[in-house]
């Protein structure tokens, strides 16, 4: 009993108490946007690791689908539930918004998994460096378009997500955000454990050893490709989402080459085709930046060369390609990591 | 609609016309033909560079044929992925070795069966009824064959830390995992040394004994070729210079220049 | 109408040879080390600012006349970006090379040095832009209705000797030789006798040196500088020497005039805000039929 369900008591457990202690205030803001921040970061570690870790891909720009996600919660979310500028009056009941929340996030997401085709397809046929350069192509691609997308405020950036959240609050006063992102957060390392872990999973790893070789012994890649893809895409696209209603407001230059290469930064540093480490990096990394902050532009220099020196020693990054279970087997006492 | 059935249960397993591969100026392979009967032990010899490799991989679908037919169990390969190729029943070996070295011998055994997992993303995502029933077909399967082998005790194991010989064995229980109609071996022997080398005679023996299997392999030791094949196909620079049993072959003129160079040494 | 095609050609030759500039500088290295040096396009801008100051030092502190500025400027900015090539090359890859680590290591290190240099400057120089001191009268010529000036002949010109040079060396001296014996196959060359790190560090010194040069004379046809000015660039310069055909210098000299004239064509057309979303959809759409290239060879697979 205890193995079958003490993650999931652990987790229930945790995220009862941090509503609790956000609701009481017992915590303060800027901790909780921290935390907050942290869950994105694991969302957008994990699922490029999916990508770039288990199936060796080079895909650098992640960043481009957290925009599609962003934008396409936002403007949903503006739109349907909150009066705004650029909408008018909302279609649907704010009061509703408490439910549609999730949908909302979703639905950013389903947008990013769809954008990742624009990579998935060309993936079929190139690998490496070439993949590498379509993926930043179409990071800019993505960024260039919503700056040409005056209607929604182009480069300058879209708001009006707070009176989404201040609609839910008013319907039952609770931490939403704080939730929420628990919730997508537990959901993403959920849902990618379970795909990696299954042989159907294994596919992806087979892909990475000898493509060749899992053609043959009967794995369709590209179906493979094109579904990591898409989950990778999707699942930044969420993280996009949440993202962008913890801040209250998007803009297509926050998610340049220089997010993406955040998200870089935590695979490589957790280790690729570790879903442990991409959890802890993206944790070390969040509170990395959080304590840098007083830096300023030097931190910018500090990240970049704390990964160069991972480079020389220790390129597999912390958990190399293990999870926590295969470093710490007394745990697999309290829980079944199959 | 009887006939039609009974043409493919009595379809030769596999069935070569007229297959000719062009590599921009290069000939690979010319007119080759050939038609397998279920439960054959097959052999295709031929110097370096002949083709024979080609071949396979025709067969495995990893190239387009420029002309010519193939087809496996009576039903086309032409214009299908390797995948859907081998959906139709067939199954090989490389000649150099192609396990994943980063997953367990079981792992690679269970991946093998990819095909026919009967399950996708989401039940694999919400472990469904389906999933489970399947996941666990897959598991007490791919035990059982390696506990068949003899390789139970290295389930765990990575294929890297095993010694060579070992993991050629482990990639042709790899290739039966596939329930395969046809068993392609790509050089099984390369690399053995002469004690392992007997061992896989008597592996693959066993196996066509035991096996519903047509067995097509491609070798350069003459010994496992004389002891096991029942036929024989030589090929040179593409070309099919000589067919026939061991004892033909191995005094047949043809065969020896093309290895040797002139039969008159 | 001639005249405006010929002004848009103009225009692209002129803004392509920058491209083209930089382009060759990364499939030199990338035919060499099959490593995308993505701080390339930093050292561009690298360049650019040690233009900047050596122009500045000559220019205003000893008061040297613009021609004679520019004339030292030229060799000095070359070869000072090239020392910062060879650091990079020499502090950077080189031991990761030496461990036989990984290729995905030794990009990512790249990617990690460009945004170092990026925000060292931006931390040491600050955020202002910097105004580049003019060297040269700007003399316009104005011929049938085309205007170009004596800058954006300069540049074009350059770029097409720099790439008759690079062709010369690598096809007709020994030391291209080697640069090309070791894009085939990097392990058979310290077995022939030849000096493997040595010829590295000369690709290194031509790719940014060049590099350097192209930083010079952006700096002179658009006068401000800012600390991210190499990394977009670097991008679409890396990219249209993909399109060409990475690893070969005629693809890269001509896939950057291809980029250049796809976004002058871009500019005339549509509203100026469009022209990264189409050049780098072209971008794409090429790759996606010839992925290796305009003029790359494609690499079978051998099972």
Redesign the interface.
Known sequence: MLRRYSIHTILILAGGLLTYLAYEEMISLYILSVLMFMGVNVIMSTSLNLVNGYMGEFSCGHAGFMCVGAYVSSILGVWLFSKDKVFGAPVFDPELALYAFPVLILAGGVAAALAGLLVAIPSYKTRGDYLAIITIAANYIIISAIENLGVIGGSRGFMGMKSVINAMEDAIYLPWMVIWVFVFTVLTVWVLRRYVSSTFGKGVSAICQDEVAAEIMSVNTNKIKTISFMVSSGLAGVAGGLFAYVIGYVNPGSFNILKSTEALVMVYLGGMGSLSGSVLSAVLFTILLEALRGLGIIKWIVIPLLLVILMQFRPEGIMGNKELGDLFPWLKRFYRFK | MIAKQQDIQTAPVLEIKGLTQNFGGLRAVSDFNIALQPGELAGLIGPNGAGKTTVFNLVSGFYQPSTGEIRICGRPTSGLKPHRVTALGVSRTFQNIRLWNDMSVLDNIRVAQHGKLGYGFFHAVARSRTYQTREAEIERDSRELLEIFHLDKYADEVPKSLPYGLQRKVEIVRALSEKPKLLLLDEPAAGLNSVDVQELIRLVRWIHETFDVTIWMIEHHMDVMMELCERIKVIDFGETIAEGGPVDIRNHPAVITAYLGDANI | MLASLLQNVINALQWGSFYSLIALGYTLVYGVLTL?NFAHGDVFMVGAYIAFFVATFFLTTLGFPGWAALALCIPLTMIVTSLVGVTLERI?YR??RRKG??R??????A???G??L???N??ILGASRKAFPPLIEETVYNVGGVAFTNLKIGVIVTAVLVFVFLEWVVTKTRVGMAMRAISYDKFAIPLMGIPLDNIIVITFVLGSGFAGLAGLLFAMSYPVLEPYMG?LIG?KA??AA?VGG?GDIRGAFLGGFLLGAVEIMVVAFF?S??R??IS??V??VI??FK??GLFGIAK??K?
């Open positions: 995308i950077a031991p990761l680590a990984h995905l290591y030794v990009v990512i290190t990617l990690m040095c945004l170092i990026e925000h060292a931006l931390a990394a991008w890396f990219i993909v990475i509203p805000t469009f990264d979303l780098f959809t971008l794409l790759l996606s992925p290796t079978t697979t099972i």
